[in-house]
């Protein structure tokens, strides 16, 4: 049986970011991100990569003509996008929309797949419809006409206790013989005079 410690050791867990800054990156600008990254206990901080200048860099809308600079941080401590988001734009001194961060597994897990399309058969529109099937067919009529669907015979169920009789409606109750309009004169009322 493992250990309480054990447990603790082997659930611990790292937090790892990708970080695209457009615009280029400044050595000393990073180590001072660094500084302010031990904050969140920094484990790592990987050198950074920077693109060639593009025309439309990835990733980054809108901005043209700007080479991209890439790297990876992991931290200790679990940090919110927004927080890194502002000390990154506090020490470097670029704008918020210069700035990409994403988990590290998003990132390599978009890299893995991108320009594929899983479970894709690139046959299927170039084979012709598949012939109907009986049961296609049924279908069709039974949606044609819901009444198909209704069982020929209908289901008896034995209720404890006997058979309720049948309720009455009103076109079962005794109809009179004279008609409800202008079959009765109706009463006018002796009006007494208010003088006295």
């Known amino acids: 049986m493992k250990t309480f410690t054990q447990y603790l050791t082997e659930s611990q867990q790292t937090y790892s970011y ?11 600008k990073l180590k001072e991100l660094e500084d302010r990254l031990a904050k969140f206990d920094l484990i790592k901080m990987s050198n950074p990569t920077v693109t060639p200048v593009t ?45 990409k961060i994403v988990t590290k597994h998003f990132a390599d897990t978009w890299d893995n797949n991108e320009g594929t399309i899983p479970n894709e058969d690139p046959s299927m529109l170039e084979n012709d419809y598949p012939a109907d099937t009986k049961e296609q067919k049924e279908a069709s ?16 169920y034995e209720i404890a206790g006997g058979e309720t009789p049948e309720a009455q409606t009103t076109n079962d109750l005794p109809q009179g013989k004279l008609s409800p309009m202008g079959s009765t004169k109706n009463t006018i009322p002796q009006v007494k005079s208010a003088a006295r």
Do not use: W
């Not at 990708?18 to 000393?28: E, F, L, P, V």
């Not at 039974?142 to 669907?149: V, W």
């Open 18 to 28: 990708r970080i695209k800054i457009a615009g280029g990156c400044d050595k000393d």
């Open 55 to 99: 025309q439309d860099p990835l990733d980054f809308p809108g901005l043209k003509n700007m080479e991209v600079c890439i790297f990876e941080i992991e931290l200790d401590y679990p940090a919110g996008q927004q927080e890194l988001f502002q000390m990154i734009e506090n020490t470097l001194n670029i704008p918020k929309g210069n700035v």
């Open 141 to 156: 009529k039974i949606y044609a006409d819901p009444s198909l669907s209704v069982p020929d015979t209908s289901i008896e």
